[in-house]
């Protein structure tokens, strides 16, 4: 009895007292800091100080302190007291009135939305994290981050709610969340986990094309096959095949609707049929296109050719230009020096000739240049040397002319001594009368035929008078006058011829030939021969080289 006694006597005892206030926030949200303040309001003696929650001790102090919850959690939701004990023989407790703390959510879990949400490949995608703040904390700030699987997709935390994918693929298919968080980092929540399933669109619509268009490629230059689709998502493979879809000349596989495949340098055996494949995975298409070569022109060859071995003026040169390579039509330019002579094409390859007719100034050099729309190439220069000048072909030709006619003159000579013989024996000798002009003296020139005489052939113009010698065996006098010294377009001479007998000198016959020439035809020269009958002139024009005989009956 003695001992329950003393228990009770020395059992702390713990009330309810006025003087002790526990000091709490009215309103707490989940990351606050809560702190506990156990008030005493006199002046007491405090030996201990305890804070309590839900009857359950929290912390034990030996002097008065504040009791501090630095993160605010749901759990952290309940009844809150403070205890004191006084200094006294016997251990008395006072405690305070109870306080009732709920920790309120600052914001729910966020919800992760795709749009759109059934994305096909190639589309862009947006991915929102959405939560939302109570009103008495809107101007709480939130950042937020995004997860695919076990990756991030940002590099760090954003305070944008959204994630852009500009293009998204079958790849990318999975499971998404994000997470959102306070800046502070106090309050951290993470979505449900979404899943994506990205659709894969087959390709369509094929097609083929070259650089340069239309498949005409240059020898020696690059062709480009452009490989591309009308539509298809997910990765693409490309290839390209010639001639036979089963020998490849490449593939690529990537991200995009189209390819390109490059041939560099071409050669002329690239040309053919050419095919291209694409394939996502679902059905292969094919295109073709034809592709030809060209080939520019190889540097041209000039020939020339002559109708001799010598080029000679008048003549007709043949210039042949060829190139060995080169694909038609070929244009062909003809030059001497730099001059263009001429130009030819030849529509089905092969060369061009262009022919010249030559004078003096065709000589020097000769070239010639080839294109056909891709390259321009000139040959070597050939020389030529051309004989003879401008007036060559004409004195040739008058050359010819004298040749027949001092035959002609032969043939006169012969007849001359016919006559000399006739004369030796009928005894005809020659005069000459002067001037046949009004108011004019005449005179008269004779001497006797002797048996050997020699014949003078003598050529008069309108100014001067030019002595010939033609002998035959003894000399003939005869005498001739220009008629009409005045510069006049027309000269006359004027020649009198007298037959006499060999014995006696008695005139038999008498006669005269007259010889009009135009002034500008040069110089003439004739001879008059008489017999008994009749008197004969012959003149002969050597510019015009003509012979023309004036015949005039003697009296």
Not at 23 to 30: D, I, K, M, T
Not at 82 to 110: G, N
Not at 239 to 257: A, I, V
Not at 439 to 462: H, K
Request: proline share 6%; charged share 20%.
């Amino acid at each position: 009895m003695l001992l329950w006694s003393l228990l009770v006597i020395f059992a702390p005892v713990s009330e309810q007292s006025d003087w002790l206030t526990l000091l709490a926030p009215s309103s707490v949200f989940e990351g606050d800091s809560i702190v506990l303040k156990c008030q005493v309001k006199q002046n007491r003696k405090i030996k201990t100080m305890s804070y309590y929650k839900d009857g359950r001790k929290l912390f034990l102090s030996k002097y008065i302190s504040n009791f501090l919850i630095q993160r605010a959690l749901f759990n952290d939701s309940g009844q809150y007291h403070c205890t004191v004990s006084e200094q006294f023989v016997f251990s008395l407790k006072k405690a305070s009135k109870a306080v009732k703390i709920k920790v309120q959510e600052l914001f729910p879990p966020p919800l992760l939305t795709v749009s759109p949400s059934q994305p096909t490949e190639g589309t862009p995608v947006t991915l929102t994290c959405e939560t939302w703040l109570p009103p008495q904390r809107r101007d709480t700030e939130l950042q937020f981050f995004f997860f695919r699987e076990d990756q991030s997709l940002r590099p760090r935390w954003s305070r944008s709610p959204e994630l852009q994918i500009p293009t998204i693929w079958s790849q990318d298919s999975g499971s998404y969340w994000c997470e959102a968080q306070t800046v502070t980092h106090k309050v951290k929540k993470q979505s449900l986990k979404s899943h994506i399933h990205v659709q894969r669109v087959p390709v369509a619509n094929v097609s083929l094309e070259t650089q340069p268009p239309g498949g005409q490629a240059i020898e020696g230059g690059k062709l480009v096959l452009f490989c591309s689709v009308s539509e298809g998502t997910g990765n693409i493979t490309f290839s390209w095949h010639k001639d036979t879809t089963e020998t490849s000349l490449g593939n690529k596989t990537q991200h995009s609707l189209s390819a390109e495949l490059e041939i560099l340098p071409v050669k002329e055996s690239d040309a053919g049929k050419y095919y291209c494949r694409a394939d996502n995975g679902h059905r292969p298409i094919w295109s073709e296109v034809n592709v030809t070569v060209r080939i520019p022109v190889s540097r041209p060859v000039l020939t020339l050719r002559l109708s001799g071995a010598q080029a000679m003026v008048g003549d007709v040169v043949g210039l042949h230009c060829e190139v060995r390579r080169g694909s038609p039509p070929i244009l062909y330019w003809f030059y001497h020096e730099d001059v263009i002579l001429g130009n030819s094409s030849a529509s089905f390859g092969g060369g061009a000739s262009f022919n010249l007719s030559l004078t003096s100034e065709h000589s020097e050099n000769y070239s010639c240049e080839a294109s056909n729309g891709l390259r321009a190439q000139h040959s070597h220069v050939v020389t030529l040397n051309v004989t003879g000048p401008d007036g060559y072909r004409r004195d040739l030709v008058i050359a010819k002319t004298l040749g027949g006619l001092f035959g002609v003159l032969g043939f006169v000579a012969v007849a001359l001594l016919f006559y000399y013989w006739y004369q030796k024996t009928s005894g005809c000798s020659l005069s000459h009368r002067g001037p046949f002009s009004p108011g004019s003296q005449e005179s008269t020139y004779s001497s006797p035929l002797p048996a050997v005489e020699e014949l003078q052939l003598m050529y008069a113009n309108d100014e001067t008078t030019h002595p010939s010698p033609l002998t035959v065996t003894e000399e003939l006098q005869p005498a001739y006058m220009n008629v009409g010294a005045t510069d006049t377009d027309v000269v006359y001479s004027q020649v009198w011829c007298t037959q006499q007998t060999e014995g006696s000198g008695e005139k038999l016959q008498s006669g005269s030939c007259q010889i009009s020439l135009p002034r500008e035809v040069g110089p003439v020269l004739w001879c008059c021969v008489c017999n008994k009958d009749f008197i004969t002139s012959i003149a002969l024009d050597v510019k015009s080289v003509g012979l023309s005989e004036n015949l005039e009956a003697g009296s």
